[in-house]
Every structure is written in C-alpha cells, then in structure tokens.
C-alpha cells in the first residue's frame, strides 16, 4: 500500500494546527483513504512578510481550501503546526500516529520561506522514517491543494 501524507501550508506559509485547549482533539482515523494536510498554524505565521495577509484572512482561506477538498472526496486529517521545528516534529508525529494516510501535502510556506528550511527538512525526514514510501506533494496556495492531492491521489468513492 502507498501511503501519503499530505503536508499543507494552504497558502503563503506552511499551516498546521497544533493542539490548544480551544482546538478539539486529533480524531483517530481508521480508514486507510485518508491524506495528511501539513502546514504552519495561521497564528504560527510571520505576517509581516505578507503585507495586506492576517491570521483571520490565512484560516479563512484554509477552511476553503479544506471544504474543497472534502467537497471533492477527499478524507482530510488537517496537522496545523507551530513553527519551531522541535514542536512541529513532535505534532506531526502525533498526527502520524493517528493511522494510515495515502499521501502528504507540504505547503508552499514551508519550502519557500528559507526562515522555515530547518522546519521543512525535519518534517520531511519525520515522514521518511515514519511512512517509509510515503509519496509527497507540494501545493502553492491553499487554492491549488486540490490539484496538488489530485497529482497523486484519486478521492476515495463516496459511500
């Protein structure tokens, strides 16, 4: 079986959610059809390189992108992360530990803000040694997620 994992910024900057108190738990899955969203939390996010970009605008395109995705079929587990590379290895562990996943999204934030290249390499060898064979894609916005899992993945048949 392939697994992937989806690692997914959904927009300028790689979005994972970690777990806060307002945040409801990481739901354990047992479907094998599920992708793995990875990106920086919106609150993780420097905005001051995004002129005009806030916290609420980021997660509101997020959501979108997320709704889109299960509009389309997609079984979507989302892994929002801070930005310290140490806290979002151990978040993303978390997450991986949740079950099986058929592909990983890594957001455009991520690989392209060079602040974020220890944080992209220490998720990137996270998913090598705990989803050995894992296939990867990358988007470059929330918006183009969908055609990034779509690359790689077929959406599971609805029920």
Known sequence: MI????????????????????DPPMAQHDSSDAVLSIGLH???????????LTEDALAARIAAGEAAL??????????LLPADPAAAEVT????????QFRAAMIGAGVRMAAEHTVLFERLVN?????????????????????????RWVEPAPRR
Do not use: W
Not at 3 to 22: H, K, Q, R, W
Not at 42 to 52: E, K, N, Q
Not at 73 to 78: D, K, Y
């Open 3 to 22: 697994t992937l994992f989806v690692l997914s910024a959904l927009g300028l900057a790689l979005f994972t959610i970690s777990t806060t108190p307002e």
């Open 42 to 52: 919106p609150g993780a996010v420097d905005y001051s390189r995004y002129p005009g």
């Open 70 to 79: 299960r509009d389309a079929g997609f079984n979507l587990v989302s892994c």
């Open 92 to 99: 993303l562990r978390e997450c991986l530990s949740r079950g």
């Open 126 to 150: 996270a998913l090598v040694e705990v989803a050995p064979g894992t296939r990867l894609c990358f988007n470059t916005s929330p918006e183009t997620t969908i055609d990034a899992l779509r």
